[in-house]
């Protein structure tokens, strides 16, 4: 025998199943943010035999110098690049320059950049060789390789132009000493010193 649902009945069932849909899509959203797919690009960088730069190789792909003439073997040079690499204020101009902001979660500030790019960014040195392992994890595979090299790249051209100041402050200072030395040997150890840094500063403008 089949009994009479009422109106009033059935909107309160239609209520419960209206409840349950809701309910159901709700937990679908939140499982899939929680298993979101995500991607690492790898990038393996060692000194250059030739200048101490580092080259890089992504996807099987040998890609171009990098960091060259900067980065030495374990030497205050390298340790100053990785500590750029994961510093807040380079982290934060890198994903503003790049519009990673909403890639990484509509971050805004240097502490929330820092924090979800510490989550992606890896640096790692191969035990037992100067090779050097550097990943980004990103939402897909060509996203994570392009921004991987990018960011490669921005650091070489911040490391380079942060050494470009250095140098041009060298050459000053040196100027400055050659107008005021009278010594002959004195200005022979000036002349040599500004020939060497003119000398570093067109290499890093070549490279």
């Not at 030495?72 to 500590?83: C, S, Y």
């Not at 510093?87 to 890639?103: A, G, P, R, T, Y």
């Not at 942060?162 to 100027?175: A, G, M, P, T, V």
């Not at 040997?185 to 500063?201: D, N, P, S, V």
Request: charged share 20%; net charge neutral.
């Amino acid at each position: 025998m089949i009994s009479k649902i009422s109106f009033q009945d059935f909107k309160e069932h239609s209520k419960q199943l209206l409840y349950i849909f809701i309910t159901v899509c709700l937990s679908c959203l939140i499982i899939g943010s929680l298993f979101k797919t995500s991607y690492k690009a790898y990038v393996v960088v060692a000194p250059a035999e030739d200048q101490g730069g580092l080259g890089s190789m992504i996807g099987g792909q040998l890609g171009s110098s990098m960091l060259s003439g900067l980065l030495q073997t374990d030497t205050t040079d390298i340790q100053i690049a990785l500590a750029t690499l994961k510093s807040k204020i380079f982290l934060f101009n890198f994903v503003n320059d790049n519009n990673l902001n909403v890639e990484l979660g509509n971050v805004s500030t240097r502490w929330e950049v820092h924090k979800e790019m510490s989550k992606r960014l890896e640096i790692e040195k191969i035990s037992g060789s100067t090779l050097i392992n550097i990943s980004l994890k990103l939402s897909s595979p060509e996203l994570a390789a392009k921004h991987l090299n990018n960011l490669i790249f921005s650091l070489n051209a911040y490391l380079r132009d942060n050494e470009l100041n250095k140098i041009d402050s060298q050459i000053l200072s040196y100027e400055n000493s050659i107008k005021v030395t009278e010594s002959l040997e004195k200005l022979k150890l000036l002349y040599a010193l500004l020939e060497r840094a003119m000398g570093k500063k067109v290499m890093l403008l070549a490279d």
